[in-house]
């Protein structure tokens, strides 16, 4: 099996939707991994080995297939919240998908695709159309990289 790098500066941001005024922000809840050491709550689940934090950035090593995380618990309305925010640089992968959690135990899923090279590229990732953003969203399941 070929080994990929994954190199992760993860820093998932949720913005207010405003409908009358679309500039409106409010951060609901950030990881910007800024202690050394400190994954802020994220671990891995599987296919992944080496997870490190430092320099604000998370750094793991995908060591089999479909590398992913478990994020920590947070409680935020999603009526408020709906778009997710995420810098993270990728090497031997072209997707990757948030699983989210809401208050009932219901689970949604977005999927976006990756460029693959080795610069970190930002991407903004609209949540708030999706049938299952709904609720209280109370953590990521699975952040999952294929």
């Known amino acids: 099996m070929k080994f990929m790098l994954l190199i992760f500066r993860l820093i998932l941001i949720f913005f207010l939707i405003n409908l009358n005024n679309v500039s409106a922000e409010e951060i ?3 990881w910007e991994f800024n202690e050394d050491g400190n994954a802020e709550g ?10 490190q934090v430092s320099n604000g950035t998370l750094k793991a090593t995908a060591s089999g297939w479909f590398p992913s995380f478990e994020g920590p618990e947070f409680d935020i309305p999603a009526d408020d919240y709906g778009f997710i925010y995420i810098r993270i640089k ?17 689970t949604g899923i977005v999927s976006f695709p990756l460029i693959n090279d080795t610069s970190f590229h930002e991407y903004h990732i609209t949540v708030y159309p999706l049938e299952k953003w709904t609720g209280q969203i109370i953590r990521f399941q699975k952040f999952e990289i294929s």
């Open 42 to 51: 994220w671990s891995m689940l599987f296919g992944v080995s080496d997870l």
């Open 90 to 106: 990728v090497t031997g992968a072209s997707s990757a998908r948030f699983i989210w959690e809401d208050s009932f135990g219901a």
């Open 28 to 30: 609901g809840v950030s």
